[in-house]
């Protein structure tokens, strides 16, 4: 059973505007979590973090949000860019386990 | 070069030959990792390294086979692949082992005939 899911396949924005991709998780001793962004052709590169005794973490136009009661995370870009459209991933961890839970990806696309 | 670079990046092979995925990681990272990535589906952790000692593998077949000589190179041999094994591999660093930020390299594209 999946334990990090994205629910959105894709999702469409036009330049300038707010960009939000969600991510929802099951396990409740996940305390780390990750947002990655994937170009055509390239590995996975990191993007942003977030740890569980927080609720926000912000670098520059990305911010992530964590809902630890929801179990939810969300990834908020503003502006949106067209160099933003990549494939997005978000990834989970417990301080007690040994490895990164991916989501499937939601390909975001920032139309001019 | 910098970063974590994967050869070859694309492969074709059938499913009676043995061939090998390379992986060079040149930022100085103790624990490497093998990943399968199929269409649609989330990446799936195959094998991890941490100073050179295999830590974990997930259940992967043995057709599967990695190799890490050192902390900066990580090998995947591959025998007698089925079709539903072609999908991105990914190889991946980190500093320290567990729940630490992982660096990708590009990938292989591989396809089983």
């Known amino acids: 059973d999946q334990q990090v899911k994205q629910n959105s396949p894709s999702l469409s924005v036009q330049e300038g505007r707010i960009s939000i991709l969600n991510c929802d998780y099951t396990n409740s001793m996940f305390d780390y979590f990750l947002w990655y962004k994937k170009y055509p052709a390239e590995g996975p590169t990191f993007l942003i973090s977030i740890s569980s005794i927080k609720d926000k973490n912000e670098d520059g136009r990305f911010t992530v949000f964590l809902n630890k009661s929801a179990k939810h995370l969300s990834l908020h870009i503003v502006p949106s860019q067209p160099g933003d459209s990549a494939v997005y991933f978000c990834a989970a961890s417990a301080d007690t386990g040994n490895q990164f839970y991916f989501g499937t990806g939601t390909s975001l696309t920032v139309i001019p | 070069e910098t970063g974590v670079t994967q050869t070859p990046r694309h492969l074709v092979m059938g499913m009676t030959n043995k061939k090998s995925l390379k992986c060079e990681q040149h930022?100085?990272?103790?624990?490497m990792y093998w990943y399968k990535q199929s269409a649609k589906k989330p990446l799936e952790l195959m094998f991890v390294?941490?100073?050179?000692?295999?830590?974990e593998n997930n259940s992967v077949p043995s057709r599967f086979s990695p190799e890490c000589p050192n902390s900066s190179h990580l090998f995947l041999h591959l025998h007698t692949l089925q079709p539903e094994d072609s999908a991105l591999y990914l190889c991946?660093?980190?500093?320290?082992?567990?729940?630490?930020?992982?660096?990708f390299g590009p990938g292989t594209r591989l396809t089983v005939l």
């Open positions: 991946a660093s980190s500093l320290q082992f567990r729940a630490d930020t992982q660096y």
């Open positions: 930022l100085g990272h103790n624990a």
């Open positions: 390294y941490n100073f050179k000692e295999q830590t």
